[in-house]
């Protein structure tokens, strides 16, 4: 069953085009079915039945899982069946008929534009890695890509003439988004006065952003950068690194930008996905009405 594990994981890579951080997911995902399956004696995967998937999720569910992380689960198991049905390693699937838990739709967390200032003025620009700093916060504010599409970018993603990226998203989607000018300012000087310094014996590697070591910025390394910044910013409220995508889109739509082109500049294949964001702002456009008006 590894086998078949290992080459639905390659699919997910050179088929697919999904991120490394989605592909181990389901990799992690499934090493959890695969161990439950071998305590039960089940080694081939024409011998998983619905029952063995049923008691594994409810064993997912009295272990305290969050609700989230069964569905993801879920979503794993059924991928990975129903590509084991389609390539002919399965006559019936026997993960078609699981349901999946409802999950709370949650508000996405949006910074006020005080908060997003005070959490981009913090780096100081004195050292190479302070201006690096500077330049993914100020970057990914500006145009609201997704922290892997941010880590991934190189050097000549980028069009310092035009101030725009280009940017590969999922299902390698390219997508051109343009920078305003204090984007454009932090990116130029740790480009003219930052990344050289960093770069250090490594001169061949195409990444954008670089850590210590003189290789590509991880996502775990800009995570601990983000909490740290929020920290010395006095930022109460928990931020995660897509926060600062969240509040791009709700800045936006919250200063009249059509819905459409803020779908197109988050790169989201279906609309009602931007739309969760336009209920946000109306939310906080009548929080500022009820705060400001004289007789509200």
Known sequence: MKAQVQSFIQYLMNERALSSSTVESYGRDLQGLLDYLEQHSVANVADVHRHHLSHYLLRLKESGRKTSTVS??????????????????????????????????????VLSVENAGLLLETPQPVTAAGKRDK????????????????ISLNVDSVNSQLNIIRCVGSGMKERIIPFGRM?????NDYLQNGRSELLRQAEDEPALFLNQLGTRMTRQGFWKMVKKYAKEAGIAEEITPHTLRHSFAAHLLENGADLRAVQEL???????????????????????????????
């Open 72 to 109: 993801r689960h879920i979503a794993s198991i059924r991928a990975f069946f129903h590509y084991l049905a389609v390539n002919g390693y399965i006559q019936l699937n026997p993960a078609i008929y699981i349901e999946s838990p409802k999950l709370e739709k949650k508000e996405p967390r």
């Open 135 to 150: 330049a993914m916060l100020e970057l990914l504010y500006a145009t609201g890509i997704r922290v892997s599409e941010l």
């Open 183 to 187: 984007a454009a300012a932090a990116l």
């Open 266 to 296: 988050l790169g989201h294949a279906d609309i009602s996905t931007t739309q969760r964001y336009t209920r946000l702002s109306k939310a906080r456009m009548k929080d500022v009405y009820t705060n400001a008006h004289p007789r509200a």
